[in-house]
Nanobody, 129 residues
Framework: VQLQASGGGLVQAGGSLRLSCAAS????????MAWFRQAPGKEREFVAA????????FYVDSVKGRFTISRDNVKNAVTLQMNSLKPEDTAVYYC???????????????????????WGQGTLVTVSS
């Protein structure tokens, strides 16, 4: 399984970016997928996740109402639409995939790094003030 993240870049505060994570070797339509981010000098943190069915989405409080995670089954990809970006959103963003098909978890488990078996290479998002 390989995950290829793209869409990062430099944007001014208040702007938008759309990240995409294309998967190969695995059908995303049956998988839990997520985005994490890591700012300089900080640990990697959970940003958003989508259940295998797509019926539930989970967000860290700091991005609720601004970010939207969705799945594109035709492109076998997951996207993260980021609006109203803030300088504190600056980080390398990583997509991740859970290898267990059609599995549902507690709300807490979706946010744990240890749930995910495969990770993309990361895409840098820089938000200037």
């Amino acid at each position: 399984v390989q995950l290829q993240a793209s869409g990062g870049g430099l944007v001014q505060a208040g702007g938008s970016l759309r990240l995409s994570c294309a998967a190969s070797g695995r059908t995303v339509s049956s998988s839990v997928m997520a985005w994490f981010r890591q700012a300089p000098g900080k640990e990697r943190e959970f940003v958003a996740a989508i259940s295998w069915s797509g019926s539930r989405q989970f967000y860290v409080d700091s991005v609720k109402g601004r970010f939207t995670i969705s799945r594109d089954n035709v492109k076998n990809a997951v996207t993260l639409q980021m609006n109203s970006l803030k300088p504190e959103d600056t980080a390398v963003y990583y997509c991740a995939l859970d290898n267990r098909a059609r599995t549902t978890y507690s709300d807490y488990e979706y946010r744990r790094r240890s749930l995910y078996d495969y990770w993309g290479q990361g895409t840098l998002v820089t938000v200037s003030s």
